[in-house]
């Protein structure tokens, strides 16, 4: 794969979603959660007004509605811009 963002955006492999509740319980796919986190996979080079903080292997936390979900090589990906991003774990 060779995605390069443009200005301010970010590629994002989102977490996989939880498969068992605390008691084992299975979640079918249909009522599983979206995830709200996952790797920076790629990033743009940021714009004249905002620089871009994030890096490549970042570990973040993001909206439950942010991004645009993309598919490539069979897998799922989100590309959504700096500003979505709500934190970095550490």
Same mark, same amino acid.
């Given at each position: 794969?060779?995605?390069?963002?443009?200005?301010?955006?970010?590629?994002?492999?989102?977490?996989?979603?939880?498969?068992?509740?605390?008691?084992?319980?299975?979640?079918?796919?249909? =009522?599983?959660?979206?995830? $709200?986190? +996952? @790797?920076?996979?790629?990033?743009?080079?940021?714009?004249? *007004? %905002? #620089?871009?903080?994030?890096? =490549?292997?970042?570990?973040? $936390?993001? +909206? @439950?509605?942010?991004?645009?979900?993309?598919?490539?090589? *069979? %897998? #799922?990906?989100?590309?959504?811009?700096?500003?979505?991003? $709500?934190?970095?774990?550490?």
């Amino acid at each position: 794969m060779n995605v390069k963002p443009l200005a301010d955006r970010v590629l994002i492999s989102p977490a996989p979603a939880e498969e068992k509740t605390v008691a084992g319980i299975i979640i079918p796919d249909t =009522a599983k959660e979206k995830p $709200l986190k +996952g @790797k920076v996979v790629a990033v743009g080079d940021g714009t004249k *007004d %905002e #620089k871009m903080v994030l890096k =490549a292997g970042d570990e973040v $936390l993001y +909206g @439950k509605y942010a991004g645009t979900e993309i598919e490539i090589d *069979d %897998e #799922k990906y989100l590309i959504m811009r700096q500003s979505d991003v $709500l934190a970095i774990l550490a």
